[in-house]
């Protein structure tokens, strides 16, 4: 089984900054594709952002040129720098893994969530 812990979450005013973090642990797998979404409450959950093994990147129109997602392959984990903040940015954040086992079965993991709460 691959675990995601989460870690970065907060509460911010309006045009401040914070970084999610997000570690996959386990064993016998390897990740392709890593990412953020997020719910915002009576809402569903939205994709954020993904980063691909090969660096590849894909943001949501209402992040893009605010958020920046990294990896560290090595250490199997994801990053998420959020900058200027929205009050419209408050939502739960899920990180997400998808790959495969050493078997070759894929698998998609989620975290258990990380509130981020922007002030106005």
């Known amino acids: 089984q691959v675990q995601l812990v989460e870690s970065g979450g907060g509460l911010v005013q309006a045009g401040g900054s914070l970084r999610l973090s997000c570690a996959a642990s386990?064993?016998?797998?390897?990740?392709?594709?890593m990412g953020w979404y997020r719910r915002a409450p009576g809402k569903q959950r939205e994709l954020v952002a993904t980063?691909?093994?090969?660096?590849?990147?894909n943001y949501a129109d209402t992040v893009q040129g605010r958020f920046t997602i990294s990896r560290d392959n090595a250490k199997n984990t994801v990053y998420l720098q959020m900058n200027s903040l929205k009050p419209e940015d408050t939502a739960v954040y899920y990180c997400?893994?998808?790959?495969?086992?050493?078997?070759?079965?894929?698998?998609?993991?989620w975290g258990q969530g990380t509130q981020v709460t922007v002030s106005s």
């Open positions: 997400n893994a998808q790959g495969t086992r050493n078997w070759g079965s894929p698998f998609s993991s």
């Open positions: 386990g064993s016998s797998f390897s990740i392709n594709v």
């Open positions: 980063k691909t093994s090969g660096g590849s990147t």
